[in-house]
């Protein structure tokens, strides 16, 4: 549904608008993963928009702080495609699993683009027939 749910007795949406998927600050397109660093800010794998969003407790709106903030792929150090997985280290470095370059980037707090820490962008295990 394109949203994240925060499980309590009443149950309420904390991210993006139940059954609307979208590159809006407020939408989200297939979240795929997330992490929570030590402020409760929530760092969200926006999947089919191939980027990272941020969201402030209580915010109504998420910014973007890896890949690009109008959804577009892409394999430069500036953009992500289909991006699964996250972790955010105490320094507030996001770390992103970049699926379809096959590489992990590590995004510097504000930064514009990420450095490859492992993996080499658009390599791919070459299956012999």
Not at 22 to 44: E, F, H, K, M, R
């Amino acid at each position: 549904n394109d949203t994240i749910l925060r499980w309590d007795p009443v149950g309420i949406t904390v991210v993006g608008t139940t059954g609307v998927a979208g590159v809006a600050g407020n939408l989200l397109n297939i979240p795929y993963g997330l992490a929570l660093d030590s402020t409760n800010t929530l760092y969200i794998v926006d999947h089919y928009n191939h980027r990272v969003q941020k969201w402030v407790l209580g915010a109504s709106n998420g910014s973007t702080v890896a890949g690009q903030t109008n959804g577009a792929p892409g394999s430069s150090d500036s953009h992500l495609t289909h991006p699964a997985g996250i972790a955010v280290d105490s320094d507030g470095n996001v770390f992103v699993v970049d699926t379809n370059n096959h590489r992990v980037q590590r995004w510097r707090k504000d930064a514009s683009s990420g450095t490859t820490v492992a993996g080499v962008t658009g390599m791919k295990i070459q299956e012999n027939f």
